[in-house]
């Protein structure tokens, strides 16, 4: 990818950093006008709930084969985020535009028709139900006609092998209770699941928030096999050390508006964490740290931190 910034290096608090939306685009055309568009698009998105603004002036773009991170904390703006795309509740402002055609989504079986699927941390399983029955609830196969119509349970076990497989995941026995297995590996199963009944674009919210190191890699591993099977990916998380080994892009939102948009070759990991830290919580920090007296070492390396969010002198 060669998308160029308005910008070298991360830029001054307040500035807002977009990419160019001409670079981003991945080859994604239109099947009408053969015209370069992406698979998703926000431009200048918002959201009010009565005189509350939820989300304002949000612009990000997703593309075949990419991995755009949503990073902020809580209270950012995330949530409202995913309910937008995934169907749960429609903008007030801007345009949202999926393939270059502009939508307003009505509920989650919209998008679901137009390949947008969440996999959200409160996983909808069935604990009790063997793997292959969660992988198909509500989509159960089925075979012969009429009174002889019944589930296809040898054809499910199978497909959910092979799909489970090809994402690499490794369960021998599908048989098995879903909620017999780790965080991770259910996480794992959703986003097969997902893959498997068409989704173009896959939301992941704070699929690691819940979860110890190895497993946090387990299913950034997974994250990584949707995007090269061609998926575009929105990782939702509050954690840069998560998203930044696996993201292409990064947005960073902070009480409902994006101070940040970048193109990794951009963006160090440590730019990240200190923009998503901001350099007026920074400073803060280190004017209560200064007051208390000691603690020098640590006084130096927040005011480094502020430096390089604020682009002033640590003094």
């Not at 345009?95 to 270059?100: A, D």
């Not at 599908?174 to 097969?192: D, K, M, N, T, Y």
Request: with cysteine; aromatic share 4%.
């Amino acid at each position: 990818m060669t998308a160029e910034t308005n910008h070298s290096s991360a830029p001054a608090a307040g500035k807002r950093a977009r990419i160019s939306n001409e670079t981003l685009l991945q080859g994604e055309t239109d099947p009408l006008t053969d015209r370069a568009v992406h698979l998703l698009q926000l431009d200048g998105v918002g959201k009010h709930y009565g005189n509350i603004i939820a989300l304002r002036d949000v612009t990000m773009a997703v593309d075949n084969g990419r991995v755009t991170c949503v990073l902020g904390d809580n209270g950012a703006g995330k949530s409202t985020l995913i309910k937008i795309i995934a169907g749960l509740h429609q903008h007030d402002q801007g345009v949202f535009s999926i393939m270059g055609e502009e939508r307003k989504l009505n509920s989650p079986r919209e998008a679901l028709d137009a390949g947008i699927a969440a996999v959200y941390q409160d996983l909808a399983v069935v604990a009790l139900m063997p793997i292959w029955r969660n992988f198909f609830l509500g989509s159960e196969l089925t075979t012969g006609r009429g009174p002889f119509r019944r589930m296809d349970v040898e054809k499910m076990k199978e497909v959910t092998r092979k799909e489970l497989a090809d994402m690499g995941i490794d369960l021998r026995d599908v048989e098995q209770p879903i909620g017999q297995l780790s965080g991770g590996e259910r996480q794992c199963v959703a986003i097969a699941r997902a893959v498997h009944f068409g989704a173009k674009v896959l939301i992941l919210d704070e699929p690691t928030a819940a979860l110890g190191v190895k497993q946090s890699g387990v299913v950034l591993r997974y994250i990584l096999q949707a995007r090269d099977r061609g998926l575009g990916v929105i990782f939702i998380t509050h954690n840069p050390h998560h998203a930044f080994p696996v993201g292409d892009r990064f947005l960073l939102l902070k009480r409902g508006r994006s101070i940040g948009y970048y193109d990794k070759k951009d963006i160090t990991l440590e730019e990240l964490t200190a923009q998503m830290a901001g350099g007026a919580e920074l400073a803060e920090l280190a004017h209560e740290l200064e007051s208390l007296g000691g603690h020098r070492d640590t006084l130096e390396e927040v005011k480094a931190e502020t430096a390089s969010v604020t682009g002033k002198a640590a003094g």
